[in-house]
């Protein structure tokens, strides 16, 4: 696998943990969007949860590598 198809799988790998945190963010309030989730410890609901916390680590990896990847080319 390529480089470029590498970071062509981790983008897809971003943005579907983004739509999963929302989901998850969604269940404890209806109303939270997308931007909600750039600030989660401005919101109770989501700081207090575990479960969101969990996801939004893995979403950190996620960005983690991606940036790695393109600071090596």
Do not use: K
Not at 2 to 16: F, G, K, S, T
Not at 45 to 69: C, H, K, M, Q, T
């Amino acid at each position: 696998m390529e480089r470029a198809e590498i970071e062509v799988l981790l983008e897809e790998m971003v943005e579907a943990q983004r739509a999963r945190l929302l989901a998850l963010a969604r269940r404890l309030r209806p109303s939270f969007s997308r931007d909600d989730l750039l600030q989660p410890h401005d919101h109770p609901e989501l700081a207090a949860s575990p479960d969101f916390n969990f996801e939004d680590g893995i979403l950190a990896g996620y960005l983690a590598v991606l940036a790695a990847l393109r600071a090596a080319r």
